[in-house]
């Protein structure tokens, strides 16, 4: 089993930064893919950013491409997904979920282990 904790999220104006930290424990080993998604109230959770285990090979949805990055610290077992150019759009409880690299990395029925996710609300 894999654990996975958010955090970081918060209220912030349009505009604005925050950085949405992951911590991993357990069998991190097994979760070659971490990848962010978020979830608005009505809408279904959509793709936002990924990371391979190496860190070499990332990839974001169109709508957050240029202002997002994803990275990730291995020694810390931590994954890191900073948000810039913050729009009103984004606001949406933010998951991260981890999965062996089977494919599918675009789809959150694809991830085997999902954290409790963590609230980001972006005012006009």
């Known amino acids: 089993q894999v654990q996975l904790v958010e955090s970081g999220g918060g209220l912030v104006q349009a505009g604005g930064s925050l950085r949405l930290s992951c911590a991993a424990s357990?069998?991190?080993?097994?979760?070659?893919?971490i990848a962010w998604f978020r979830q608005a109230p009505g809408k279904e959770r959509e793709f936002v950013a990924l990371i391979w285990w190496d860190g070499l090979i990332t990839n974001y949805a169109d709508s957050v491409k240029g202002r997002f990055f994803i990275s990730r610290d291995n020694a810390k077992n931590a994954v890191y997904l900073r948000m810039n150019s913050l729009k009103p759009d984004d606001t949406a409880t933010y998951y991260c979920a981890g999965q062996s690299g089977s494919g599918g990395y675009y789809r959150a029925e694809s991830y085997d282990y999902w954290g409790q996710g963590t609230q980001v609300t972006v005012s006009s």
């Open positions: 357990g069998r991190t080993f097994s979760t070659n893919v």
